[in-house]
C-alpha cells in the first residue's frame, strides 16, 4: 500500500472493497487507486478529479480572491 499526499491510496491488487453500505466491490488488476477525496465518479476507484482541486500551494482561493491561473 502507498500513500500519496493530496492523492489516491494506491494498494496492490486484486482487492476487494466494502463500501458504507455493505456492499462489496473488487477488482483483479495488479495495482488499483482508491480515492480519498471522495470526487471521483467511479469511487471508491480514483479517475483523477482530484487533480483539479490541486492548486499549488494551498487549498483555498488566493488572497487576492481571483481564480488561480
Given at each position: 500500500m502507498k500513500v500519496q499526499?493530496?492523492?489516491p491510496l494506491l494498494v496492490e491488487?486484486?482487492?476487494e472493497v466494502e463500501?458504507?453500505?455493505g456492499?462489496?466491490?473488487?477488482?483483479d488488476r495488479f495495482r488499483v487507486a482508491l480515492c480519498t477525496c471522495r470526487r471521483s465518479r467511479r469511487f471508491?476507484?480514483?479517475d483523477t478529479s482530484h487533480r483539479a482541486r490541486?492548486?499549488?500551494a494551498g487549498?483555498?482561493?488566493p488572497a487576492?480572491?481571483?481564480p488561480p491561473p
Open positions: 499526499r493530496r492523492g491488487g486484486p482487492v463500501l458504507e453500505d456492499t462489496t466491490v473488487s477488482s471508491p476507484w480514483c490541486i492548486s499549488g487549498d483555498g482561493p487576492d480572491g481571483r
